[in-house]
């Protein structure tokens, strides 16, 4: 996620990206569809598997990413970069930003997630 002033480019984490292994399709709701934060706003499918997307914050989709409709794989290629997702003007930035988690907190995560799976 990248925010400049209240606007949050969305796309999915590193760690995300390589669970997710070759991203196929994505199902992404239409510009001007309000999302809420934590809510599911479309679906990614991989050869794997399909799963939701979620919003980390709270506003209405401007935009999504239009490279993505014929390059797919950009999302496990540059996820932070070219591979984001939506783009969302911010309704509550300051307030919603205290539920996520720091980096340091997602690092654990995955840290505990990755022995889960060993």
């Given at each position: 996620m990248k925010i400049t002033g209240n606007t949050a480019k969305i796309g999915?984490?590193?760690y995300a990206?390589?669970?997710l292994?070759?991203?196929?399709?994505?199902t992404l709701p239409p510009a001007g569809q309000e999302v809420k934060q934590f809510d599911s706003f479309g679906t990614v499918e991989?050869?794997?598997a399909v799963?939701?997307?979620y919003s980390p914050f709270t506003g209405t989709m401007t935009r999504s990413?239009?490279?993505?409709?014929?390059?797919?794989?950009?999302?496990n290629i540059s996820p932070y970069e070219s591979g984001w997702i939506i783009e969302v003007s911010l309704k509550r930035l300051d307030e919603?930003?205290?539920?996520?988690?720091?980096p340091a907190q997602y690092k654990e995560l995955v840290k505990s997630l990755a022995q889960e799976h060993h």
């Open positions: 999915v984490t590193d990206a390589k669970t292994n070759d991203v196929v399709y994505l991989s050869i794997k799963s939701e997307l990413n239009p490279e993505l409709a014929n390059h797919p794989e950009l999302v919603e930003k205290k539920n996520l988690l720091t």
